[in-house]
């Protein structure tokens, strides 16, 4: 059966909602932001691509269950996303998250990966997975904070990336 994960989770201060199309000119701006999208194949420069991408999470959440939401501040700006994804580490999902830059070390990483991993076990996940490029101090600090920790090295034509498993009880 599909694991099925909320609409909704609340996260402290912040609220992380279920992305739909109506988000996309917010998504571009962090997706596009080169500051912020240090990741993947760096800024996102085509509109497009953030359109098919928001269409793909709906896509995947159909198939295997698994959610991406928007993180929003009280005041309903969005200051980021996070989510599950199915990839390298299936048939276990893997989370990723983006805080844009300007609202980035203010613990809202954190608050929101916890949020994620959460609903992933309340919806019937049995293990979160993460994997991160080695110099990105901030998401490997923020993933050891939420309780992951590295279990292999992998690697790819970008270069390596440290496999994390969540534990549920931080040693
Ligand atoms: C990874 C990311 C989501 C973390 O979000 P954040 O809101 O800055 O994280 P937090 O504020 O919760 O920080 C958690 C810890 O990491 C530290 N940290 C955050 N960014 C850091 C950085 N660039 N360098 C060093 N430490 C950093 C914080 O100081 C904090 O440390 P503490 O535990 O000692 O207090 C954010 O840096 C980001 O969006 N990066 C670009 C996208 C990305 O890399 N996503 C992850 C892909 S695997």
Redesign the pocket.
Known sequence: MVPEMAEVLAAGELTLRLLEPADHAELHAIFSDPR?H??GSGPVRDAEETRQWLDRRRVRRTEHGVAWYAVRRPDGSMI?TAGLLIGRTEPHPEI????RHQD???????AAAMAVVAEAYRAGFEQVW?T?RPW????L??LD?VGFRPQRVERDEHGELICLLHRATVA
Do not use: D
């Open positions: 912020t240090t990741i980021g990723g998250f983006e805080i980035q070390r203010r613990g809202f990483g954190t993460a991160v990105n101090v901030g998401s600090r923020a904070r």
